[in-house]
């Protein structure tokens, strides 16, 4: 495996599940992402890890909880979503967060639907 | 608050030039990005620009003003495969990426 990437690539789920997003990068890179795109709107930013530790938060409902166990491996575990939350999920990657580290490699992503 | 402005959506003929710009309010500036989004696909890097001026690569361009806020992607020589949206991101003082919702770009033959 190369870059990054995503698993499930597709997911449907009911308001009570719990389910969890996998990312995994193969670029040997220290920041690691997600990212909420819904249609039309600009990429969400939800949270940044940077050698591990959570460096960003952006007021992301307490429903979506990361984990990120090493710096190759991120988890966005999900629980009580709402329709609302229906949208494509994308990870990336990069080598550090600071000017032209900051590029961001982005795996596929998950389009997750909400019941 | 900040802000990055970008066409919702362009039309340009294959072979032809076309400019996409991106104007932005963000507190500081650490680098503008430029991505290619393809539908149903994971945005790409095109172009990272933190001084003024003109970054050329192939039939990409990426010009920033920095003092204007202001920046623009230009493509030549346009191809089908080109249509997709092109996103704009500047990256603020605290290292975050501000994103633009992207511009559409549809290529006609």
């Known amino acids: 495996e190369t870059g990054v990437t995503q698993t499930p690539r597709h997911l449907v789920m009911g308001m009570t599940n719990k389910k969890s997003l996998k990312c995994e990068q193969h670029l040997g890179h220290n920041a690691m992402y997600w990212y909420k795109q819904s249609a039309k709107k600009p990429l969400e930013l939800m949270f940044v890890?940077?050698?591990?530790?959570?460096?960003e938060n952006n007021s992301v409902p307490s429903r979506f909880s990361p984990e990120c166990p090493n710096s190759s491996h991120l988890f966005l575990h999900l629980h009580t979503l709402q329709p609302e939350d229906s949208a494509l999920y994308l990870c990336?990657?990069?080598?550090?967060?600071?000017?032209?580290?900051?590029?961001?490699?982005f795996g596929p992503g998950t389009r997750l639907t909400v019941l | 608050g900040q802000n990055i402005d970008q066409p919702t959506e362009m039309t340009a003929t294959e072979g032809a030039i076309v400019q996409i710009n991106c104007t932005y309010q963000t507190s500081g500036f650490n680098g503008l990005f430029w991505y290619q989004q393809h539908a149903g696909e994971a945005p790409t890097f095109l172009s990272y620009?933190?001084l003024d001026g003109l970054e050329e690569k192939g039939r990409f361009s990426s010009f920033l003003s920095r003092s204007k806020g202001y920046s623009y992607l230009l493509l030549k020589e346009l191809q089908m495969k080109d249509s997709a949206s092109y996103l704009c991101?500047?990256?603020?003082?605290?290292?975050?990426?501000?994103w633009g919702a992207g511009t559409k770009l549809i290529i006609k033959p």
């Open positions: 990336a990657s990069s080598q550090g967060t600071s000017g032209s580290y900051n590029e961001q490699f």
């Open positions: 991101a500047v990256l603020d003082s605290n290292y975050q990426l501000i």
């Open positions: 890890y940077n050698f591990k530790e959570q460096t």
């Open positions: 620009n933190v």
